[in-house]
């Protein structure tokens, strides 16, 4: 495991209240009118200008909330269990990993801004929150698999038939991603504007102005840094132990960054880059956000019951 905080990851912890699933049209006769909008999904608390966590950008309205993705899941997971019992095979998924680090996709982006927690950890997540994640990481699949025919009936890789019983296209699990839609919340093009915009914004004017006035306040300090991101993914900080070093990087690191607001510009900047490739992409995204949603009604109605 690496122990090492990836601020910089985009699109493993998703935690937005709730998804959007309202599409309109723009109110103008223009062409841009039938542009179809998608609204924000609400914060799980109120906007606080200190706080990142509290922070949401235009493009979460297209991603899968934590709740989408957790339906989807639960529905695919007993669609799975059906399919393999039919054939006569015990197999149970492995268990979901708890969030770590960021409670948001916006949460950690930037990088860290608990001071009580970096007087601590430094640049690592809550102790508790990382036990609990080794935990799940050591408790592995737990598939009860024994990597013959009931592995295969469960991937479609090899065996064709079980007992004359024809084994689905991609075995169980292809039966299950299509009989909910469940790509669905692969959503590629907002996946990629996320990822996009992300690494555009480190460009732009008053965010490359801001990471030289972070530079520089850690310098006064006696830490060597061209860019935010840079200090957390220091290799010296690589290890499960927390050091006095590494406390003392993360607690400076964090007072340069509320001196220079270096996480609010950078926030700004990758809003801008991502209202317009939103506003390019408008059309694609909308085909993703209908299908997301459509996935989601099919998971709900398997989970019931009904279908």
Same mark, same amino acid.
């Given at each position: 495991m690496n122990y090492r905080l990836? =601020?910089?990851?985009? $699109?493993?912890?998703?935690?937005?209240?709730?998804?959007?699933?309202?599409?309109?049209?723009?109110?103008?006769?223009? /062409?841009?009118?039938?542009?179809?909008?998608?609204?924000l999904p609400s914060p799980a608390v109120p906007f606080d200008e200190k706080d990142p966590s509290t922070w949401t950008l235009p493009i979460q309205g297209y991603l899968p909330s934590d709740s989408a993705k957790a339906q989807i899941?639960? %529905?695919? !997971?007993?669609?799975?269990?059906?399919?393999?019992?039919?054939f006569g095979f015990t197999w149970a998924p492995a268990p979901d990993l708890p969030k770590i680090g960021? !409670?948001?996709?916006?949460?950690?982006?930037?990088?860290?801004?608990?001071?009580?927690?970096?007087?601590?950890?430094?640049?690592?997540?809550?102790? =508790?929150?990382? $036990?609990?994640?080794? =935990? %799940?990481i050591n408790a592995g699949a737990v598939d009860n698999l024994t990597g013959g025919a009931d592995s295969q009936t469960l991937d479609g890789s090899g065996v064709k038939a079980v007992n004359g !019983? !024809?084994?689905?296209?991609?075995g169980c699990m292809g039966q299950a991603d299509r009989r909910i839609g469940a790509q669905a919340v692969q959503t590629n093009t907002a996946q990629e504007i996320s990822a996009e915009a992300f690494v555009k914004s480190k460009a732009d004017a008053h965010v490359v102005k801001a990471f030289g006035a972070w530079s520089a306040c850690m310098k006064a300090s006696g830490y060597n840094y061209a860019a935010p991101l840079?200090?957390?993914?220091?290799?010296?900080?690589?290890?499960?132990?927390?050091? %006095?070093? /590494?406390? %003392?990087?993360?607690?400076?690191?964090i007072d340069c960054r509320n001196k220079t607001n270096v996480a609010k510009i950078w926030f700004d900047a990758e809003t801008t880059l991502q209202n317009k490739a939103i506003e390019n992409k408008a059309e694609l995204l909308d085909h993703e956000s209908k299908a997301l949603d459509a996935a989601v009604k099919k998971a709900a109605s398997v989970i019931a019951g009904t279908r």
């Amino acid at each position: 495991m690496n122990y090492r905080l990836k =601020n910089h990851m985009l $699109a493993v912890s998703l935690s937005v209240a709730t998804l959007a699933v309202v599409t309109g049209c723009a109110g103008s006769d223009t /062409e841009s009118s039938t542009k179809p909008t998608r609204i924000l999904p609400s914060p799980a608390v109120p906007f606080d200008e200190k706080d990142p966590s509290t922070w949401t950008l235009p493009i979460q309205g297209y991603l899968p909330s934590d709740s989408a993705k957790a339906q989807i899941s639960q %529905a695919r !997971k007993q669609l799975i269990g059906d399919c393999m019992k039919g054939f006569g095979f015990t197999w149970a998924p492995a268990p979901d990993l708890p969030k770590i680090g960021g !409670k948001t996709l916006v949460d950690w982006r930037y990088g860290i801004h608990d001071l009580a927690l970096a007087k601590v950890r430094g640049y690592k997540p809550d102790a =508790n929150d990382q $036990a609990a994640y080794d =935990n %799940a990481i050591n408790a592995g699949a737990v598939d009860n698999l024994t990597g013959g025919a009931d592995s295969q009936t469960l991937d479609g890789s090899g065996v064709k038939a079980v007992n004359g !019983k !024809k084994v689905p296209e991609g075995g169980c699990m292809g039966q299950a991603d299509r009989r909910i839609g469940a790509q669905a919340v692969q959503t590629n093009t907002a996946q990629e504007i996320s990822a996009e915009a992300f690494v555009k914004s480190k460009a732009d004017a008053h965010v490359v102005k801001a990471f030289g006035a972070w530079s520089a306040c850690m310098k006064a300090s006696g830490y060597n840094y061209a860019a935010p991101l840079d200090a957390s993914d220091d290799p010296r900080f690589g290890s499960p132990d927390v050091t %006095a070093l /590494e406390i %003392a990087t993360a607690t400076t690191d964090i007072d340069c960054r509320n001196k220079t607001n270096v996480a609010k510009i950078w926030f700004d900047a990758e809003t801008t880059l991502q209202n317009k490739a939103i506003e390019n992409k408008a059309e694609l995204l909308d085909h993703e956000s209908k299908a997301l949603d459509a996935a989601v009604k099919k998971a709900a109605s398997v989970i019931a019951g009904t279908r």
